[in-house]
């Protein structure tokens, strides 16, 4: 047998269309500003609640968002003025 049977050909992954790479990056500028603003991630937790919580329903997004709400303005002291 040649060398070449015993040795699979190795190919790197074809790279990711610019509109992606540019889309993911988006996503992400996204992300880190409504971090800095304090708007909720919906889909940080889900993720969160399919590692931690797999046998919960997570709540949907109207839930999900009038909770947070409710959370950020019901706390005391939190308010600048």
């Known amino acids: 047998m040649t060398q070449s049977a015993h040795t ?3 190919r790197d ?3 990711a269309p610019r509109s ?8 992400r500028v996204a992300a880190v ?3 800095m603003i304090g708007v909720p991630d919906y889909e940080t937790y889900l993720a969160h609640m399919r590692r931690e ?17 409710t959370a ?4 005391t002291g939190s308010r600048c003025c």
């Open 8 to 10: 699979e050909e190795r």
């Open 13 to 15: 992954p074809p790279a």
């Open 20 to 27: 992606a790479r540019w889309l993911a990056a988006v996503r």
């Open 33 to 35: 500003v409504r971090r």
């Open 53 to 69: 919580y797999p046998g919960c329903t997570p709540m949907d997004l109207r839930t999900f968002e009038r909770e947070r709400l």
């Open 72 to 75: 950020r303005y019901k706390a």
